[in-house]
């Protein structure tokens, strides 16, 4: 079994307790216009770019068949419309300017390339979390990588958008200690307008995990624009009031960082224009949920 | 009554005249790739050494006593009202002399292969052992004299004669030092007009006083008494080694305490002083020799003081199993509070399982503690060369390359380079431990440790030199630099050349010859420098590390000889070296550009991992110890992100692991981007900031532009 990934990351220090390694699955059923992690919305490997790496050796101009790559004022230009994802560039660029994202792996080499840092997990009660994308689209391959890393004791966590059919989370859920949930927003149109799915099976399965027994956080991401308002955040407090084994429940201010990812896939960023979260309208919203 | 605004007003003023100082002397004496060492400037009329020999240099015990001598009977006196303490050091003697080695006594046999495989030698070197500070404590200056007087009786060669003489001459100009300076402090207090100025100066006489023969009693006076002792040491040969601080405290406070002499706000103002003092190495916590934790409440002062002192300080926290987990969380605490990169961490499991792989039972081994730049030592009870002799590794890699490539006798690969390296690196090792075993036999006649010898068990006792048999023990270090260079030129052959065939040997060689110059030459250069490198954790660069880790132990420990009690103890330390010894070494196959710095001790090569590098530097330094109880430091350079009171425990919870994990000491820097960038462009902007440039710290505005430029390197590609 397989599946397909971006990169593990190793000490990440926000998806879940401890020290962690993050694994970040390829592909998303949501499509949220202020994603940071653009290079796990599609579900097939793509070419990165990044254009401050070339040195303009035009290696990738010999190889390319397809004429995504060319001259242009003498340095190597890259048009990913032409682009059949044959990657024959990748193996040339010796400066790493080009990169396959997108990996296949098994479950077992995922367990083999983070295992030198459990003795960080369980110094610090760490662990492994699973994301994306939306780690629920490889339901079998989370599943098995979970009860691999579960099996030798390590904490795990699942970070999920919650907008898949609750029988898949029945495959995964006996081998996650912890659930890492997002609720965007509680306004269903602007739900749909910004992440093009409705909210109500996430609801629906957040009244689930919550009757579980398994230990959950949620976490809502604020956009400038979006849902940075009183109302929207007051809405999403309320509902989560309503919950009686909620962990944890998080704001996660917008950030800028993910910008050079939609450039070098030449993916188009929506919120390209959206600057960060000011600090001070963030405490002013988390001022609600006290 | 409250006195602590009185005290930190009085702390702020002395920081405030330290930083003026600093400032000084880089005006004056220009920049310096080194320790502050809380130095002044000398006077305009400097005192100048007296030779005793036709090359203008001076040598021997008798060299090298008249110079102390009459050096400290003009050493300037210096007394600041508003510290506890009277006393800075002004002069490196001992690199006042135009020749650092006696012309007698030719290494001539050892050259060729030094300049070959660009080894520091450490012939003529000194210092880098620590003096038995609690036996200074213990007798005093007279009783110290008593004990010279007592064996001068027993060992009676010409020599020795020579040599008591010489200490006892050494002593007593030491004593007339710290009597000058009780005569000053009797003048301030005629002219001093504020009360509590003055009743501090009244203060600062009579511990003074107090001490000039007789052992001290109080806190005050073991402070001002090992002040004395480590002023005078620098002033002789920059002796920087210290000692279990809070345990060697720990009586005279508690008596104090008990007495009413003292609360707790003075002592933190005494102990502020002392650390403003000088930079000297100590250590805090830790076990004792049976292992049971030295913490106690003046460990917790120490650090309190040392907050409210924030300068460059070098202090190192003990991490052991049993260890005061308080006393960490607040080390933790201040850490990432002032961002001055103190204090530093040591690894008890490692450094004590090691040690005794050399043969020496837990309790002595439990007693080799942090204090110096990169090493450890047992105080007063061996001589050991540390961080003074060093095999550049990667020196050694282009000798062999060049060997193998123009010897056309057979294919080149990486098997046959490893051959040709490893004799190569037996060369050289064995090189530097002729070195040794050449200073051991003369450097008395060059340097003899006149200040060391008195705190060291042995060397009065028997009539010798602490380097010619006076020690208990001969634990001399050999440090081998360039590690990630030479690892990951390896692992570029292999992996490019050998496997997958993406390069060949002549193209590689072609490049390396051109420095890699052109687009193809860049382009080459970055096949090699992208492939897998030492510290990415399980990767061809990982395996070689850990091969050439593995042969230079071997060869440094071939050294040893039981018969003469030398035990030579191999580690991975560069100190500031990086950049003369890159300066040597033309471009290697890990695409680094000809003389260019070389790795930073047992760190990998800078930007070695995308993500994660916190925890990928952890591992791979652990993985590459030698493991005989020398350290292989890793040198942290921290996410200031991570320096919020949040990540405490995460960046504690690194630090246990990586020592869990085999590692010796950790280094670490907590250095904002732009900051770091700032004070480079204007390094004046920052007379406060400090930086931990390897196992020292030092003010970045003191730093040359070079050394600055690797510093900051090394904090934005981590």
Not at chain 1, 197 to 226: C, M, Q, W
Not at chain 2, 355 to 366: P, S, W, Y
Not at chain 2, 617 to 623: G, I, K, N, T, Y
Not at chain 2, 691 to 713: C, H, I, K, N
């Amino acid at each position: 079994m397989k599946g397909l990934i971006t990169t593990i990351q190793r000490m990440s220090l926000h998806d879940g307790p401890g020290i962690r390694s993050t694994v970040f699955l390829k592909g998303c059923n949501m499509h949220c216009g202020w994603c940071h992690n653009p290079e796990t919305l599609y579900v097939n490997p793509e070419l990165e770019w990044i254009r401050q790496k070339c040195i303009g050796c035009n290696s990738c101009i010999e190889v390319c068949q397809s004429g995504a790559f060319s001259l242009k004022e003498g340095k190597p230009e890259f048009q990913k419309t032409l682009c059949t994802s044959c990657f024959d560039c990748v193996s040339v660029c010796y400066a790493e300017a080009i990169n396959k994202v997108g990996r296949e792996i098994t479950p077992e080499e995922v367990f083999a390339e983070v295992e030198q840092d459990f003795p960080f997990f369980k110094s610090s009660g760490g662990g492994v979390t699973i994301s994306g994308g939306e780690p629920m689209l490889q339901a079998e391959f989370t599943a098995k990588t979970l009860t691999l890393f579960k099996s030798a004791g390590i904490h795990t966590a699942l970070d999920t958008n919650l907008s898949v059919s609750w029988k898949q989370y029945d495959k995964v859920l006996p081998f996650t200690d912890l659930v890492l949930a997002d609720l965007k927003l509680m306004d269903d149109a602007l739900h749909l307008k910004w992440t093009g799915k409705h909210n109500a099976v996430i609801l629906e399965n957040i009244y689930k995990l919550d009757s579980s027994g398994i230990a959950y956080f949620i976490r809502t991401p604020v956009i400038p624009g979006i849902n940075d308002n009183e109302q929207e955040i007051k809405a999403i407090v309320a509902f989560v009031a309503s919950l009686k084994n909620l962990k944890k429940f998080e704001l996660l201010p917008f950030h800028t960082l993910a910008s050079c990812k939609y450039t070098n896939l030449e993916i188009e960023n929506p919120m390209g224009a959206t600057r960060d979260l000011p600090k001070e309208k963030m405490e002013q919203l988390r001022q609600i949920l006290k | 009554m409250d006195k602590s605004f009185i005290y930190q007003s009085r702390i702020d003023s002395l920081r405030s005249r330290k930083f003026a100082q600093t400032r000084d002397k880089i005006e004056v004496e220009g920049l310096l790739d080194e320790d502050d060492y809380g130095r002044v400037l000398p006077p305009a009329n400097a005192w100048k050494s007296i030779p005793n020999h036709p090359d203008g240099s001076f040598y021997g015990l008798e060299g090298w006593s008249q110079n102390f001598c009459n050096m400290m009977d003009s050493h300037p006196v210096y007394v600041d009202p508003n510290d506890a303490f009277a006393g800075r050091w002004v002069y490196f003697m001992s690199r006042m002399r135009s020749n650092k080695w006696h012309p007698d006594y030719p290494f001539d046999h050892l050259k060729e292969n030094i300049a070959k495989y660009d080894i520091i030698a450490g012939i003529g070197d000194d210092a880098h052992f620590a003096p038995d500070y609690p036996l200074g404590l213990s007798l005093g200056w007279q009783g110290i004299l008593d004990k010279i007087d007592q064996y001068r009786k027993i060992n009676t060669e010409p020599e020795q004669i020579l040599f008591y003489d010489a200490h006892k001459q050494a002593v007593k100009s030491i004593q007339g030092w710290i009597e000058r300076h009780i005569v000053m402090i009797e003048q301030m207090i005629q002219t001093e007009t504020n009360p509590e100025l003055r009743a501090n100066l009244v203060e600062m006489a009579e511990t003074n006083r107090n001490i000039v023969s007789k052992p001290p009693q109080t806190l005050s006076e073991a402070i001002q008494w090992i002040i004395w002792y480590h002023l005078a040491s620098r002033t002789y040969n920059r002796d920087g080694a210290g000692g279990q601080i809070d345990e060697m405290l720990r009586p005279f406070f508690e008596k104090d305490l008990a007495e009413g002499r003292i609360d707790r706000q003075k002592t933190i103002y005494l102990l502020a002083c002392f650390l403003l003092n000088d930079t000297i190495y100590w250590q805090l916590g830790g076990p004792d020799k049976d292992g049971v934790d030295q913490t106690s409440e003046i460990s917790f002062l120490i650090l309190d003081a040392a907050d409210k002192a924030n300068c460059s300080i070098n202090l190192t926290i003990r991490v052991h199993d049993g260890m005061n987990e308080e006393l960490f969380t607040k080390s933790l605490y201040y850490l990432i509070k002032n961002k001055n990169a103190w204090p530093r961490y040591s690894g008890d499991k490692a450094l004590v399982e090691g040690f005794m792989k050399n043969g020496f039972d837990a309790q002595l081994a439990r007693q080799r503690i942090a204090v110096g730049c990169n090493w450890m030592s047992l105080p007063g009870l061996e001589y050991t060369m540390n961080d003074l002799v060093k095999v550049n590794m990667a020196k050694v890699f282009e000798v062999a390359f060049q060997e193998m490539i123009q010897d056309q006798s057979a294919d080149p690969s990486t098997t046959r380079l490893w051959n040709i390296y490893t004799s190569h690196l037996a060369k050289a090792v064995r090189t530097a431990a002729d070195g040794i075993r050449f200073q051991l036999k003369y450097q008395k006649y060059n340097e003899p440790e006149l200040i060391l010898n008195l705190l060291s068990h042995g060397p009065l006792e028997r009539g010798h030199d602490v380097s010619d048999g006076g020690a208990e023990y001969y634990n001399l270090s050999i440090d081998g630099a360039g590690l990630a260079i030479v690892a990951d030129s390896f692992a570029a052959l292999q992996q490019r050349i050998e496997l997958e065939k993406k390069t060949t040997w002549k193209e590689v060689n072609y490049h390396l010859n051109d420095d890699f110059e052109g687009i193809e030459g860049e382009k080459i250069r970055l096949l090699l420098k992208n492939s897998q490198h030492f510290g990415q954790g399980n990767s061809i660069g990982d395996q070689w590390a850990k091969t050439i880790t593995s042969e230079f132990t071997r060869l440094v420990r071939r050294e040893s000889n039981p018969a003469m009690k030398h035990t030579f103890i191999p580690g991975f330390f560069s100190w500031a070296n990086t950049i003369a010894f890159g300066q040597h070494v033309g471009p290697t196959p890990n695409g680094r550009k000809g003389k260019t710095p070389i790795s930073h001790g047992a760190n990998p090569c800078p930007g070695f991992a995308c993500d994660g590098a916190s925890l990928a530097l952890a591992l791979a330094v652990a993985d590459i110890q030698p493991g005989f109880g020398n350290t292989a430091p890793m040198q942290w350079e921290l996410d200031p992100t991570m320096a919020t009171s949040d990540y405490i425990g995460l960046i504690g919870s690194i630090i246990k692991t990586h020592f869990e994990l085999g590692g010796t000491l950790i280094n670490v820097n907590i250095m904002d981007k732009n900051t770091i960038l700032d004070a480079h462009k204007d390094p004046a902007k920052y007379p406060e900031l400090v930086v931990r440039v390897t196992g020292f710290t030092a003010y970045f505005s003191m730093l040359t532009p070079e050394f600055r430029q690797l510093v900051v390197d090394r904090i934005l590609e981590n």
